[in-house]
Nanobody, 120 residues
């Protein structure tokens, strides 16, 4: 699985950005995808994720609930993160993530990261 993230940049507080993650899979089953972020001096944290099994369960961090939305375009093999009402504390490198199942073993894949800076 290869993940290519894009869409980061500099935005003013209250603004919006949409991150994209192009996915090229290996032919095995991707069971979950999501977005993580890492701010300077902090650990990488989950922003939001979605399972690709039948139940389509989503998880989202309390800090972004109501502002960020995850979605997937199957036809374009692309994962999106729509970020609205951005705050300075959302400043971080954002990574897309995919979990792949090969028979009974799960593998984690990461995109290269895209910088999001929220500042006036």
């Amino acid at each position: 699985v290869q993940l290519q993230a894009s869409g980061g940049g500099l935005v003013q507080p209250g603004g919006s950005l949409r991150l994209s993650c192009a996915v090229s899979d290996s032919g095995f089953s991707i069971t979950e995808m999501g977005w993580y972020r890492q701010a300077p001096g902090k650990e990488r944290e989950l922003v939001t994720s979605i399972t690709l099994t039948r139940d389509r369960t989503t998880n989202i961090a309390d800090s972004v609930k109501g502002r960020f939305t995850i979605s997937r375009d199957n036809a374009k093999s692309t994962l999106y993160l729509q970020m609205n009402s951005l705050k300075p504390e959302d400043t971080a490198v954002y990574y897309c993530h995919a979990k792949e199942r090969r028979f009974v073993i799960f593998y984690d894949y990461w995109g290269q990261g895209t910088q999001v800076t929220v500042s006036s």
